[in-house]
C-alpha cells in the first residue's frame, strides 16, 4: 500500500445528493471532512466566524438569543453578490485551515474525502488527486429544495445561480456521479466508485 494518502475531494450544486453519498461512502469506511459542518461549529456563539460576521454585517445578523440568523444572512448574501463575496473571504480561510487541521489529525490508514460544496468556486480543484462530483437534474434540485428547506423557486434560485454550473464542476471531474433516478443506483455508483478508489490506493 502507497504511504502516500490520495486527497480526495467530493462537491456537487446544493442538492444534488452530497451528503447522501458522504453517508454512503462513510459506510464503507470513508472519514468524511464536512465543510457545512466546521462552517456551522464556526458560526455557533464563540466562534470565530460569528464573530466576523457580526462585525462585518453588523448586530441584525443575531438572533435575539444571540445565534447566528441564518435566515437573515442568507437573504443578504443570496441577493448580493458582493455582500457574499465579503461573507465568502471572512469564512473560507477558517474552513480551510481547520479542514488541514482534521485532514493531518485523521489515521493514516483511512481514506479521508472532503466534502465541500464550493470546492470548485474556491478553485481548490488543482490540490485535490480526486474529484468526485455529484449532479442530478434542476428540476429534481428545485423541488427538493422546496420540498426539504420550504424555499420558494426564487429563493432556490438564487441559491443555484450563487454557485458553479454543472458544466464547469464537470470539467474537473474525475468522477462523475449522476443522480438522476434512486438510491439504489447511486449506491452501485458509490459502490463502484469505492472499489475503485482501493484499488488505485493499493495500485
Ligand atoms: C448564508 C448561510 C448562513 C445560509 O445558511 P442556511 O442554513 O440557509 O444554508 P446552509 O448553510 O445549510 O447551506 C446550504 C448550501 O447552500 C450553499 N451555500 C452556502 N453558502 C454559500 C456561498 N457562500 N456561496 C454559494 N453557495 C453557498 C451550499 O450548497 C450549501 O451546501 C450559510 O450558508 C453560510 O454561512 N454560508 C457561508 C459559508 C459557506 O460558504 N458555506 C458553504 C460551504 S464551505
Ligand atoms: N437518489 C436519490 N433518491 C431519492 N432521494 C434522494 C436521492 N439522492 C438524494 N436524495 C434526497 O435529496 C435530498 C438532498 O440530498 P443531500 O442532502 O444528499 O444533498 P446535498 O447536495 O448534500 O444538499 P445541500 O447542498 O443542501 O447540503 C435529501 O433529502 C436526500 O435524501
Sequence with gaps: MSSQRPRIGLTGGIASGKSTVASLLA?????????DRIVRELQEP?????????????PA?????????????????FADDQARERLNGLIHPLVRAEAAARLAAAPAEQ?????????VETGQAPSFDEVIVVQAPLEVRLSRMERDRGMSREQALGRIQAQASDEER??????????????????????????????????
Design 170 to 203: 464537470a470539467a474537473v471531474a474525475t468522477q462523475l456521479i449522476i443522480n438522476d433516478a434512486g438510491l439504489p443506483e447511486l449506491e452501485a455508483q458509490v459502490r463502484a466508485l469505492w472499489g475503485r478508489l482501493l484499488a488505485s490506493r493499493e495500485g
Design 27 to 35: 459506510e464503507r469506511g470513508a472519514l468524511i471532512i464536512d465543510a
Design 61 to 77: 445578523m443575531l438572533t435575539p438569543e444571540g445565534q447566528l440568523d441564518r435566515a437573515a444572512l442568507g437573504a443578504l448574501v
Design 111 to 119: 481514506l479521508v474525502v472532503e466534502d465541500i460544496p464550493l470546492l
Design 46 to 58: 464563540g466562534g470565530a466566524g460569528l464573530a466576523a460576521i457580526v462585525e462585518a454585517f453588523g
